[in-house]
């Protein structure tokens, strides 16, 4: 890695465009080593990126339990959990730096839970048979947002930081093959603008939402990597989304927002549902002998921690046999009367109450008193931006950093991976990796006047004008939600070719109808919420197309790819190494045209790929 001198650091202008736990990590750290940073987010403060939903944890191979935890195992896990998808060199990094970033925390001030002895506590989370997920209750992503925003602050009062919220970035400049900049809208008064830097990195979070219901921020979105993937970078592995087990279940036609019970809660809650089809009785009338604990039954060596994956799927299984439970039939009880008996509630209070009032709250129900109902629903993106060991997309100068690039987490993320991944970028890589590309390649100071910016901004205003001139007749929620339908039903929890290929259809007519009949309300010069969805669920459409071209072209299952006609015969994801040991990075290639599928082979020097197996 080359270095930029100390004193050169301040003329090189580095554009962070997020503020979440990656971006907010990554600009402070860039700033704080020195060079003249511009930051991004679509919010009013930095404070509000979605990741300060993360509940459960954030996980490190401290080995604070003494219970056999070490880098290698973090990282074997890692692997493995990832169903044999991702790079082994990024994972291992990964699992060396998760040490570090909770130092850097404890440092910051981040209130981590501690043990009566005063060491940070530990609990485990699934696809792990240690506890080494630390946590802040259940608000561990608030915390360490917190942290990283305390960091970003300091430097935007040094002057280094200069901070943009309530600014979309709307695309990405290239110049002479190398990124320059971005243009983005002013939310509040509607203005277009361009900036100039050296290098530029996306830090904007996952595109769960493209499914309408997720457990995603409403605001979450796909825009800045979509926009970039048309400018050259390439997307990889776009089909791999994660179904999360534990969310409260749908329960109407009109809502829009789905809500997670954080993973933690299966340390101490047992899944069930009643063995015979079609039992309607509450669950206090089930008697024990009447019960399936599926997990512990079919897994008996994980239980029910194993991971996401394998956890979703078994609870559709269940329900597809007519087994579920609640009014729909789709769901299954998350119990913790044992944990509660053995530990008392107090115990329980301690570990997770901010869940349970959550829980109540949302259904009128005490799980203290009756166990929870949950049901999957789509959670985390493990796709996104290619990027190379050094997090830099197939476009010299683009990084891309947290949920918002495809690394480390291969068909399936575990849980509390994505905080460690997001703050690993942010505070430690980024900031070498960037300083070496901005040290090996001179680039020229560049004014926004340069044609390739007044070309970008005449692309997003055309966009904008073309969105509220259509005038037609349905909201854009109404074929947000419609898409969303069409990709839970057929590129969702389980995917099958025909299923595939219908579903490419169907999206390409409603993409159609969109620009035919979509109403965007207002204008493009003020607060205009229609005209910012609008945008963003146009490149779902596109991006949706995508993720099912590679879900189509992806004939094995792996992780949360579970292609129905791959399967063992006990139903668990049946990989074809032989054919499908690469990451997908497709490359666009114009509005329509077919994009052309990279392979990168991946090679396994280490942690052999063999069956997994959680039994
Ligand atoms: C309910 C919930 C609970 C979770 N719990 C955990 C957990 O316990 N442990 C764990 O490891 N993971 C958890 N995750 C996953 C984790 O929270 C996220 O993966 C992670 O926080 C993403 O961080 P990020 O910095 O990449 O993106 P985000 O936090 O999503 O930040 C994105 C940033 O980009 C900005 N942005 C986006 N687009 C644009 C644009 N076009 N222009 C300008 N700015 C833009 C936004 O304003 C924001 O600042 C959870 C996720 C959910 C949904």
Redesign the pocket.
């Known amino acids: 890695m080359k270095l930029v001198n100390p004193a050169n650091k301040r003329k090189h202008t580095v554009i962070v ?9 990554g600009a402070a750290t860039l700033a704080e080593l020195g060079y003249n940073v511009k930051c ?4 009013d403060s ?1 404070r ?12 490190a191979a401290k080995n604070y339990q003494n219970d056999g935890d070490s880098v290698y195992r973090l990282f074997y896990d890692t692997v493995k959990g990832g169903d044999f998808r991702a790079r082994e060199s990024n994972v291992y990094r990964l699992a060396q730096i998760s040490v570090n970033i909770i130092d850097q925390c404890v440092a910051q001030g981040v209130p981590f839970a501690r043990e009566y002895g005063g060491l940070l506590s530990n609990r485990s ?1 699934g696809g792990a048979q240690v506890s080494r ?1 630390f ?1 802040a209750r259940g608000q ?2 608030q915390q360490l ?1 917190l942290g990283a925003y305390q960091a970003l602050e300091r430097q935007i009062d040094a002057g280094r930081v200069t901070m943009y919220p309530r ?4 695309d990405v400049v290239v110049v002479d093959g190398r990124a320059r900049g971005i243009v ?1 809208r002013n939310l509040v008064t509607g203005a277009i603008e361009s900036h100039a830097a050296d290098a530029v990195v ?5 595109y ?1 939402n493209l499914y309408y219901l ?4 409403k ?3 796909a ?2 990597i979509w ?1 970039a993937y048309k400018k050259g970078a390439a997307f990889g592995n776009p089909c791999f989304t994660q179904i ?1 087990p534990t969310c409260i279940p749908v329960s109407g036609d009109y809502q829009s927002k789905l ?2 019970m ?3 809660l299966r340390n101490d809650g047992r899944v069930w549902v009643p063995k015979q089809k079609g039992d309607k009785r509450g669950p206090s009338q089930i008697p024990e002998g009447e019960r399936d604990y599926y997990l512990e039954r079919r897994y008996p060596s994980f239980g029910n921690l194993v991971p996401r994956d394998v956890a979703s799927r078994n609870a559709k299984a269940v329900c597809d046999e007519g087994r579920g439970v609640g009014e729909t039939g789709l769901a299954v009880y998350l119990d913790f009367a044992d944990a509660i008996q053995r530990l008392g509630a107090s115990t329980i209070r301690e570990r997770y109450s901010n869940l349970f009032d959550m829980y109540e709250r949302i259904t009128g129900e005490d799980p203290y008193k009756v166990p929870m109902r949950i049901y999957p629903a789509i ?2 993106t493990m796709g996104g931006l290619w990027v190379d060991y050094n997090l830099m997309t197939t476009i010299p100068g683009l990084f891309a ?4 690039n495809f690394s480390d987490h291969g068909a399936n ?1 575990l ?8 703050l690993s ?2 505070y430690f890589i980024l900031p070498y990796t960037v300083g070496d590309y901005i040290a090996t390649n001179k680039t020229e100071q560049l004014s926004v006047t340069h044609p390739a910016f007044r070309q970008a901004e005449a692309c997003v205003q055309e966009m904008t004008k073309r969105l509220l001139s259509i005038n037609g007749k349905r909201t854009v929620d109404s074929f947000h939600r419609e898409l969303g339908k069409i990709m839970w039903d057929q590129c969702g929890m389980s995917r099958n070719a025909a299923g595939l290929e219908q579903a490419i259809e169907k999206i390409r007519e409603l993409r159609q109808e969109y620009w035919q009949d979509v109403k965007v309300l207002g204008s493009g010069e003020e607060l205009n919420q229609s005209l910012e969805k609008a945008g963003r669920v146009a490149d779902f459409f596109e991006l949706a197309e995508l993720i099912c071209l590679d879900a189509r072209q992806r004939d094995e299952s792996c992780g949360g790819h579970f292609r129905e006609e791959y399967q063992t015969a006990d139903g668990e994801a049946q990989r074809d190494d032989e054919h499908f040991s690469y990451a997908a990075a497709w490359e666009y290639q114009g509005q329509d045209a077919q994009p052309v599928l990279n392979k990168e082979p991946l090679e396994f020097e280490y942690v052999h790929p063999s069956q997994r197996s959680y039994k």
């Open positions: 465009v997020g503020s979440g736990l990656a971006g907010g990590a991004f987010c679509f919010q930095p509000r990126a979605h990741s300060i939903a993360a509940q459960g944890g954030i996980n989370f997920t946590y561990t992503g947002l600014t979309e970035m709307l983005t996306l830090a904007t979070g996952g769960g997720s457990t995603n921020a605001g979450s979105n825009t800045a926009r999360h809500t997670l954080s993973e933690s959670h985390y950093a947290g949920e918002a993320r849980g509390a991976s994505a905080l460690m991944q997001g970028d942010g």
